[in-house]
C-alpha cells in the first residue's frame, strides 16, 4: 500500500509589473501555495492553493501533515473526511484527547479548507502517478482538447475606459472565443461605456462574460443588468455581495435573461449545493485550489450536472480541465488568464502541463495531472 512519508508546503509569490485592481481588492502578485506530499514508494504528488493569508494556509498543511502521516495516499476521500472531522466537535475531542488535534478555530475555516484542498489535489495526483493513468482518464473522461476562455480587464488607476477594450481584442486575435471582463469597480455609467466598447472591439461572435466580483446589491444589480444586456452578455459572475444568499441570486435571475455564474468562494459542496438547487445559477464555479480540494470539486459537479447547471471551473486550467472532461454533457469549460502580466507565476513555474492554445486545454498523458515543477522558478519566487 502506498502510504504518506511527508507532507510539506512551498508558498510562492511574485510581484505584478503594475498594481492591478478589482471592484474588491488591490492587487501586488501573483501567488500560489505549492504542497508537495512524498509516499513511502517514492512517488511525489503536487496541490495548488490560492489563499491568503499564506503563512495561517501553510501552517495548516503541516499541521494536518502530521495527521496524515501513515495514511494510504491513494484513498484520498477517507484523507479528506479525516481532516474535515477536525474542523467540528466530536466526541472525546476536547483537549485531543482521541489522539487527534482538538477542533479547529472557527475563525480559521477559510484557511483550514484550503489546506484541506490543496493536500487533497496532490493525493489525486499521487494516485494518477500510482496508477499511471491522467486523472481524467481516472474520471473517464476522453482527454480531447476543451473550451477555455481568457479573463482580463482588470483596473489600473486612473486608466482610460478603452484599455480593457484593446485587451481583450488582443486575446481575440489569439485565438480565444470567449472572453471576461473585470467590471464593477466604477459607476454603472462607466462600466457600461467599457462594456460597449469591449463589445465592439470583440465583435458579435465572441462570448462576453462579466465577472462583478460581488459589487452590487440587488437593486443596483437587477439595475445593471438592465443596462448591458444589449451587449449580449454570456454571464453575470459573481454579481450580489457576499452576504446575500441564494434567495436573492433567484430574485435576479427572475428579473434579468443574462445567465448567472457562482461559485469559487463557496468552501464545501452544502452551500454550493443551496446556490445550486435554487435554480438561480446557470454556471457552478467551485474551484478547487481554493477551498476543499478536487474531492469537493466532483461531488459539486456531480450534483450541477443532475441539476442542469454547467461546470465552468474557476482558474488554474491545469488541474480544472480534468474534472470538466470528466462532464462531456455539461462540461462548459476552463478558465485561463490571457495576459501573463496579470499570472506570471502560471507562465513560469511549470516545465510541462496542459497548454492553451487557439481558445482551447490540450491535455497531455502524463499521469496525475500532468503537469511537472520547475523548482527553479520555485527558488526564485520562494516567500
Keep these: 500500500m502506498t502510504r504518506i512519508a511527508s507532507v510539506k508546503a512551498h508558498a510562492v509569490s511574485a510581484k505584478l509589473k503594475h498594481t492591478l485592481w478589482t471592484a474588491h481588492e488591490e492587487l501586488h502578485s501573483s501567488s500560489v501555495i505549492l504542497v508537495e506530499i512524498k509516499t513511502d ?18 501552517r495548516y498543511v503541516e499541521k494536518f501533515g502530521e495527521v496524515i502521516k501513515g495514511m494510504s495516499a491513494t484513498e484520498q476521500v477517507a484523507v479528506w473526511e479525516k481532516l474535515l472531522s477536525l474542523t467540528s466537535p466530536r466526541p472525546t ?3 485531543g484527547r482521541d489522539g487527534l488535534p482538538q477542533p ?8 483550514i479548507m484550503a489546506a484541506i484542498g490543496g493536500i487533497d489535489l496532490a493525493l489525486w495526483d499521487i494516485k494518477g502517478k500510482a496508477f499511471n493513468v491522467p486523472v481524467w482518464k481516472l474520471l473517464g473522461g476522453e482527454g480531447k482538447p476543451l473550451f477555455t476562455y481568457a479573463t482580463g480587464g482588470y483596473y489600473e ?16 486575435k489569439r485565438g480565444y472565443e470567449a472572453v471576461k471582463l473585470k467590471t464593477a469597480g466604477l459607476s454603472i455609467e462607466k462600466e457600461v461605456e467599457r462594456i ?34 444589449p451587449y449580449d452578455i454570456y454571464w453575470l459572475e459573481e ?35 443551496d446556490f445550486i438547487n435554487s435554480g438561480a445559477l446557470g454556471f457552478m464555479q467551485f474551484d478547487a485550489t481554493r477551498f476543499a480540494g478536487f474531492t469537493e470539486s466532483l461531488r459539486v459537479s456531480h450534483l450541477a450536472e443532475q441539476q442542469g447547471v454547467r461546470i465552468a471551473p474557476h482558474l488554474v486550467p491545469e488541474v480544472h480541465c480534468h474534472l470538466v472532461s470528466a462532464f462531456p454533457r455539461l462540461g462548459f469549460g476552463v478558465e485561463s488568464h490571457g495576459n501573463a502580466d496579470r499570472d506570471p507565476l502560471w507562465f513560469e513555474m511549470f516545465t510541462e502541463r496542459a497548454q ?3 481558445g482551447r486545454v490540450h491535455m497531455n498523458d502524463l499521469p496525475g495531472f500532468g503537469f511537472e515543477i520547475d523548482w527553479k522558478a520555485i527558488e526564485k519566487y520562494r516567500v
Design 41 to 58: 514508494d517514492d512517488l511525489t504528488g503536487i496541490g495548488q492553493i490560492h489563499g491568503s493569508p499564506m503563512k495561517d494556509i501553510c
Design 239 to 273: 454579481p450580489l455581495h457576499w452576504y446575500l444568499q441564494p434567495a436573492d441570486f433567484t430574485v435576479l435571475a427572475k428579473n434579468t435573461p443574462i445567465p448567472l455564474a457562482h461559485g469559487e468562494r463557496e468552501m464545501t459542496r452544502f452551500t454550493a449545493r
Design 104 to 111: 479547529m478555530p472557527r475563525g480559521d475555516r477559510p484557511q
Design 93 to 95: 475531542g476536547m483537549g
Design 356 to 358: 492553451v492554445k487557439d
Design 196 to 229: 460597449r466598447l469591449t463589445r465592439e472591439a470583440i465583435g458579435r461572435d465572441v462570448k462576453l462574460m462579466l465577472d462583478m466580483n460581488a459589487a452590487y446589491d440587488l437593486e443596483d444589480c437587477i439595475r445593471f443588468a438592465h443596462a448591458v444586456e
Design 157 to 172: 488607476l486612473d486608466a482610460p475606459l478603452h484599455v480593457c477594450a484593446e485587451e481583450l481584442a488582443g486575446f481575440v
